[in-house]
Structures are given as C-alpha cells and as structure tokens.
C-alpha cells in the first residue's frame, strides 16, 4: 500500500471527507478512501467512539474451539512474531474470517492501551463494526494492509498503528487474518515484511495431511526453494486444480478463480502421469519449474461423490460465503452436534443456503479431512436411487455395472453424508435408509452380505416435515431419528442485517479492489423481500458487477424491474395493516428516503439504529 505518512495529509484528508464531504483523492492512500466510504455507506459515524459488541467468556470458548486448528497452527509463529516485535512494544493478533479476535499476546503494557480500544480477545474487527481499520481491511482486500493513526476511521484507534494480513485456506477460503499493531507514535518498518514471512509459513503448513487422496506437486523455479514456505504448492483431484497456494498462483499467473476449473493439461501441456521426478517442467508460457510430486500421489483418488456419482467439485471460491455471527454460531453448536454422531436436519426456503451450511459444517466437523458425499434425493431418478444410495453386487439388475458398485451411503465412510431435499424421498426408501441408521450397516442390493457404515448424516429440506409426517407422505420414525436437532435457515428477508450482509457479499464478489454499492440502491436492495433468498441476492449482486464500470456508476436502472419501483410509501399502508406492520411502513420509507443511510433514517424516526435494524429486517414482509 502506497500510504501516505504525512501525518498532516491524512488529517487534511479526514476534514475533507468527513466535514466537507468531498473526496480527498491524493492526500490519502486510495485503500484507505474504499474503506473510509464503505464504512460511511454503512452509517458509521467517525466521531463516536464504535459501539463494541464483545462475545461472552463461553462465545469466545465456542469461537477458540471452533477454530482450534488454526490456533494451535499458528501459535509458534505468533511467538515467533512477538519475539521479532518485541523491541516495539506491540501485540500479535489472531483473528478469524468475521475479524473476530480470538488470540492476542503481546507487552503488558501496549495490551492495556489496546484493550481500551477494545483490540482484545472477544472483540470482532470487521470493517463493518469497528470502522477502517488493517484486520478489516486485510480480509475484505485479500492482502496485507498497513493502517496508520488517523487513517482509522473512528477517533479513538488513533493511537494504533496496525498492520494485518490476511491467511488463506488452501481452496483461497480465508481461514484469519493476523495482526501486528503497535504505538502510532512509533516506527514500525518491517512489520508488513515481519507478517508476509509468518503467514507464508502458517499457509504452507495448512496443506499438510489436507489431500490425502490428492496429488500435490510443489514447485518453484529456483531448485533451492523447493522444500521451503516460498514453493509453490498445487493440488490436483484427478486431472483437476483444487488448491494451491498464492505462490504457486503467482508463478502460474492464475488467480483463486482456476481453483476448480482448470486442469493439469491446461497449465503444463502434458498429463501428470507423464510427470518424472527430475525432470523440469514446462509452464504454457514457456517458464521452466523444478517440480516434485508429495509421496502420497500414489493413493486413490477421493471418494467425495455428488448424486450422480461425480467427483464433488469444491466450493468455488467465487461463491463468497458470508456468515454472520448467527449463523456462525449456529454452526459452531450443530457440528457439536455432528461430533457427537447426531445427525443435523437443515430447514430452510429454496436458496436459503442448506447446502452452503452443510459444506461449512462438514468443514468445521471433526471430519472435515474425510469426504463429504452430497446426495440430492430429488435429483436422482427413482428407479436409480436405491441402487446408487445402498450400491449393488455383480449382475444386481440389467445394466448394473461388472463388479457392482459401493453405493454413496458407504462412499461416505468415515466422513459425512449429506441427503438433500430428504422430505422428497419416496416412501419405500425411507423404511430402507432407517434401516441402515438404526442398523448402521448397508446391504447391497443382489443379495450382497451386510457391511457395517459410519458417517455423520446431514439432512435438509425445503418441506414441512412435520405436516408431511401428518398427511403420510414421510414416515413418522424416520422423521424423530432425523429430526432430532432441527436448524431452520431463515429467509433472508428475516435477518437480523440485511444491509450488512449485502455490504458484506457484494465486497466479496468483487475480484480486484472492491467499490461500495451506491446508497441508493442499497436502499432498494435491503427493502426488497427476496424470495429466492441467497440465491436471487448473489445473482442480482453478479449482474450488477458486470454492469459497473471502474468507477462502479450504477443507478436505479440496473436494478432487475422487480427492485426498480420504490417500496410501497407509508400513506400505501392497507388500513387492516396491524401496527408493527405501520411502524414497519414508516421505516421502510425512511430508509428509502435517506438512501439507506441507516442511521440518517434511524435520526428522522427517532429511534437507534440497532431498533431500526432490528425491527424493520428481522420480519418478513
Ligand atoms: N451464506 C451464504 N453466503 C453467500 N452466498 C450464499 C450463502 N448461502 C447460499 N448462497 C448462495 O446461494 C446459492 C444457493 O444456496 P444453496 O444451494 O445452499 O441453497 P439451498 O437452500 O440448498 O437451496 P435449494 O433448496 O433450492 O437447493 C448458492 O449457490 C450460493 O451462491
């Protein structure tokens, strides 16, 4: 980042932001300008001191056991780091994804300074809640970051000097970010260096043990950095590119986008099996490697399946999963629950993310390493689900495959099997999957001999169970063995922040240096009830990014003609209306009013902005 020190400058930029209310394009670093407007389109008023919502001593448990891993990955090398930074009196921070502080070690005396801030463990330092700051930064723009004094958004974090970088999952997922902060008033020169080194290694040592049924190749083009944080590390499900980390993106000239979509061929031009220990490789664009693949190439390739019996197919980067701090809780509680072999029934309206949680759960499992096997009961024709679900000895039935075939259910040994859509399984096959749980053995269809299974059993539905259950469309037994902690999803219309999570989402679809969503349209976005939920959200959301320029001009005219009138005004409000549903009226065309300035619309209502949020996005309408 190409900050500017100048002290003056940033406090010349802060009073033409913040007092005049035009762009200080020059006096301060354009990273810090993003962040500045993305905080303002949210509301956030710079003066105040930021409301902190610290989680309680068993939510800052849950969140350590909930990423557990990750700590104990890290937390030689956030020793490591203190010890380099002693000199200047600073602290070391881990965070997770949300920015939510889980580990901070630091001087005394510094910590003290820092915990006035509220720069402790508990505390989330997202973008969103505390303002510009670097642990914030570092995650939405997906790099180091470095933020200085005055260029905090709020008053009191001036004193911080604070320098964060962001860690990233092997599938470019971020797992954290970490975070050296210190005095402002001191140097702190090699701070950003001190940080790439020591995420460097905590990303090369997540591979480790990850892919065992992947082929991994590491490769540089110098011969003396194989072995070291500085290769480049690639992983291969069959011919397919999965993961890899940035060094081996950098060297290949990919981005986190190929992940999933570009194969072996593509990058090398030959096949893997053609590969040969000492031989150099040769990238597409001519640039010789030193490669070498790990030894547990040799293994078999993943048993991860779809319905149709495919290779699962990683979450796509792309995708840009935002959880807020319910959601992330209740995923923390219901992979408890999976750890303790109970199975997990996800309910939700179609697009409500059912899927997207149970691949999340999977990973926050303690079965995250072994495979996930999803099965979607209303894809699969009803003639093959048997077949496929419970597998099949030799010659079972015409067209059966020579040797048979294993079925999903056992595919998902020792890991995770995820029914889909179960409220849409035909009957006769419900008996046969109680069975297999109650049992826990499968029998092959063709007369095959039991054999014992183990998985953790995630189920979902867009259904009423229980009504199914009462018109005898699903069996009741099945329904208590499976529905025994039931996680209803809610409609997006009913989250507790809707603008937050839109703010959220629309930052993480965007591949380079993100922009803000003009006020206005977040107005209409956050008024609007979106039926399909995620779904239509992150596709309205795509469209829209391709229709911004650089300069990210949208207008009202973008927006898909469902968003494009205005919300119904208060005088519209029906005379049955009850109310809350007036109150919820008046708000609604408050918000619209102030272009989605929440608290500009929480002043002319006369309430807080937390009443605003509450009231007007946790109902449907
Ligand atoms: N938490 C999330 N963050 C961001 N995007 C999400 C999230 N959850 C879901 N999505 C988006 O919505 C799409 C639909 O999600 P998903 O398939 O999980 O929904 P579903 O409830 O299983 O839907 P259906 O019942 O129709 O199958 C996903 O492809 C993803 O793009």
Known sequence: MQATNDHQAVLAARRRFFEDGRTPRGLIAEPILRSWTRCAALGLEAAKTPEVAALSSGGLREACERHEQLRRLCRPEIEALYLDARDTDSVVILT???????????????????????????????????????????????????????????????????????????????????????HAALPHAHALGLLRVVVDQIEHRLFEGRYPHCQVLRLHSERSHLGTAREGVLVFDGPRLIAANRHALALLGLDWDSLGQCRYSELFGTTLSQLRDGQPLRGLRGREFHGRLDAEAARPLALSATAAGVPAR????????????????????????????????????????????????????????????????????????????????????????????????????GGVLFLDEIGDMPLALQSRLLRVLQQREVTPLGGGK????????????????????????????????????????????????????????????????????????????????????????????????????????????????????????????????????????????????????????????????????????????
């Open 96 to 182: 997770d994804p949300q920015g939510l502080v889980l580990d901070a070690v630091g001087s005394t005396d510094f910590a003290d300074k820092a915990a006035r801030v509220a720069l402790r463990p508990g505390v989330q330092w997202h973008e969103a809640a505390t303002g510009t700051n670097a642990i914030g930064m570092a995650l939405i723009e997906r790099r180091p970051v470095a933020v200085h004094g005055a260029e905090h958004y709020f008053a009191p974090h001036r004193i911080l000097s604070c320098h964060a970088a962001p860690i990233l999952e092997p599938d470019g997922r971020l797992a954290g970010a970490l975070d050296l902060s210190g």
């Open 314 to 413: 990683p979450t796509p980067i792309t995708e840009a999963i935002v959880l807020d701090a319910a959601a992330r809780q209740a995923l923390a509680r219901a992979s408890r629950i999976l750890d303790a072999d109970l199975p997990v029934l996800l309910q939700g309206e179609t697009g409500a993310g059912k899927e997207v949680f149970a691949r999340q759960l999977h990973a926050a499992c303690s079965r995250a390493q072994a495979p996930l096997v999803a099965v979607n009961c209303a894809a699969l024709p009803e003639n093959l689900i048997e077949s496929e679900l419970f597998g099949y000895e030799e010659g079972a039935f015409t067209g059966a495959r020579r040797r048979g075939a294993v079925g999903l259910l056992r595919q998902a040994q």
């Open 450 to 621: 039991p054999v014992a299974v183990d998985f953790r059993l995630i189920c979902a539905t867009h259904r009423d169970l229980r009504q199914a259950v009462a018109e005898g469309r699903f069996r009741a037994d099945l329904y208590y063995r499976i529905a025994q902690y039931t996680l209803p999803l809610p409609a997006l219309r009913e989250h507790a922040d809707l603008p937050g999570l839109i703010a959220d989402l629309w930052i993480r679809l965007q591949a380079g240096p993100p922009s803000a969503l003009p006020a206005e349209l977040m107005a209409r976005l956050a008024a609007h009830d979106w039926p399909g939920n995620y779904r239509e959200l992150v596709s309205c959301l795509r469209a829209l990014l391709a229709l911004a320029g650089p300069d990210c001009r949208l207008t009202l005219d973008d927006l898909p003609p469902a968003l494009r009138d205005p919300p119904q005004p208060f005088a519209a409000v029906s005379t049955e209306a009850t109310l809350s549903a007036l109150a919820e009226g008046a708000m609604r065309s408050a918000l619209a009013a102030a272009e989605g300035n929440v608290s500009a619309a929480a002043r002319r209502l006369g309430v807080s902005r937390s009443t605003l949020y509450r009231r007007l996005l946790q109902k449907p309408h």
